[in-house]
């Protein structure tokens, strides 16, 4: 079975520039997260999908950041315009709706954004 | 609200001998909790989880973990270390009332392993 793919997976970009990332999610799972993880940190939720509607994106900010899933399949983050405290490594996780709530996601290899 | 702590940033111990990575929670709810493990350059993987059925959890690769409601602990144990555990490890709790899967991640475990 296929992981959660994520794409680049690293990217470097000078502050006020944006940025794009790509997950898909494993075959089948109706739940897609976004997960930020800075450097020294444990992950943060950003946003959290089910099917194409979003479920919690209460620590998303909403000024520079932008997620879609529009047909409940492969997800992009964006970022636009970059800070220098967004360089991080991004997460995407996928769950079907019972691994979802007993708490086991499957996460991708991340993408590593750094901005100059 | 609910928030997990993980004790120590960094732990180190040699091959061959036991591994303990301490974790606190707050929970105004009965909690579920989890450790994932994440290897360099790799996913997030589920070592193992606590859901309110037996209070002692085995998970891959030899760890378990025993939730101490009266402690509000979950700490993550393993009788041998190898080399391959040296990883960061991520003590993870959630509320499960919503069905939405939100975890809500400590700051994470370095774990070294020595020859």
């Known amino acids: 079975e296929a992981g959660v793919a994520q794409s680049p997976r690293y990217k470097i970009i000078e502050k006020r520039q944006s940025v794009a990332f790509w997950c898909n999610p494993i075959?089948?799972?109706?739940?897609l997260y976004w997960y930020q993880q800075i450097l020294g940190q444990g992950p943060k939720l950003l946003i959290q999908?089910?099917?194409?509607?979003?479920?919690?994106d209460s620590q998303l900010p909403k000024d520079r950041f932008s997620a879609e899933r529009l047909k409940g399949v492969d997800s992009t983050l964006k970022i636009q315009p970059a800070k220098l405290e967004d360089s991080a490594v991004y997460l995407c996780?996928?769950?079907?709706?019972?691994?979802?709530?007993?708490?086991?996601?499957?996460f991708g290899e991340g993408s590593r954004l750094t901005v100059l | 609200a609910q928030s997990v702590t993980q004790l120590d940033s960094h732990v180190s111990v040699s091959e061959g001998t036991p591994v303990l990575l301490r974790c606190n929670y707050s929970?105004?709810?009965?909690?579920?909790l989890f450790w994932y493990v994440q290897h360099p350059n790799k996913g997030l993987q589920l070592l193992l989880k606590?859901?309110?059925?037996?209070?002692l959890v085995k998970g891959i690769n030899g760890f378990e973990a025993e939730f101490k409601k009266s402690e509000t602990s979950f700490h993550l144990t393993k009788p041998s270390a190898h080399m391959s555990d040296a990883a960061e490890y991520f003590c993870?709790?959630?509320?499960?009332?919503?069905?939405?899967?939100?975890?809500?991640f400590g700051q994470g475990t370095t774990l070294q392993v020595k020859p």
């Open positions: 996780a996928s769950s079907d709706l019972w691994t979802g709530y007993t708490g086991e996601l499957f």
């Open positions: 075959s089948g799972h109706a739940t």
């Open positions: 999908f089910q099917n194409n509607g979003v479920v919690d």
């Open positions: 929970s105004s709810y009965s909690p579920s």
């Open positions: 606590y859901t309110s059925a037996a209070t």
């Open positions: 993870v709790v959630t509320f499960l009332s919503s069905n939405t899967g939100k975890l809500i």
